[in-house]
């Protein structure tokens, strides 16, 4: 559902909107979940599918959205944008929702410093690579500050960002001892899906393949999915 409120509270968030749908992504693919949808993205990734949620948006409370997602009766949040933690009140809605007894995943685009959120919280942490165009922008500092709940996800573009996220993996070793593999998705309709899993294979690296489950069941320009 699209938000629905005007003001602005000390304790608001900017959303773009709340849905309910499968999750498409992470070790959670396949489980139904509420999407809060965060405005606003200090990035400008090449393959960015959610431009729309750089500016629009309203101002909700957070009590507001824990109303919002109650309605779904459904256990599993995810806490996404845009960039959520560039809004100060975010780590608080994360905190809320805890509190409150759901699973709470936030999808973070990497470049903000995670111990801002609750470490109950599983933090995705999206690493960019260099046809993102904004690979300069990675606060690595964060691979070292992953509980071992949380996940790193990369999305590769091309033989020289596989290169690169091999790289990292080799350098934060801590990244493998994670509960779930790193995740490695082929950009959408940059790389294909058997190109990348060759690559795997080929270097037998211990990830996970991860498809971008919801455009297989909904297409790529559907929103709210």
């Not at 949620?53 to 256990?75: D, K, P, T």
């Not at 690595?140 to 790289?167: P, Q, T, Y």
């Amino acid at each position: 559902m699209p938000a629905s409120s005007t003001g602005r509270s000390k304790t608001a968030l900017k959303v773009n909107e709340i849905f309910y749908s499968i999750q498409g992504e992470s070790s959670y693919a396949g489980r139904p979940c509420v999407f809060v949808r965060l405005t606003g993205c200090n990035l400008r990734c090449s393959y960015c599918d959610t431009t729309y949620a750089y500016e629009e948006g309203v101002w909700l409370a957070v009590s507001e959205i824990e109303q919002a997602v109650r309605r779904f009766n459904c256990r599993v949040v995810e806490v996404t944008g845009g960039e959520p933690l560039l809004q100060g009140e975010t780590p608080d809605l994360i905190r809320r929702l805890l509190d409150r007894g759901f699973t709470v995943l936030l999808e973070t685009n990497g470049s903000q410093d995670i111990r801002l959120v609750d470490g109950r919280c599983i933090r995705i942490v999206d690493v960019k690579l260099p046809s993102s165009g904004e690979g300069l922008r990675n606060r690595l500092d964060n691979l070292r500050h992953l509980s071992a709940r949380d996940e790193v996800k990369f999305v590769v573009g091309g033989r020289e960002d596989f290169d690169c996220a091999k790289r990292i993996l080799s350098a934060y070793p801590d990244i493998g001892q994670l509960d779930n593999p790193p995740l490695f998705s082929a950009a959408y309709g940059r790389l294909p899906l058997a190109m990348l899993a060759e690559w795997i294979l080929e270097d037998r690296l211990t990830v996970r393949l991860q498809v971008q489950l919801h455009k297989m069941i909904w297409g790529e320009d559907k929103r709210g999915v």
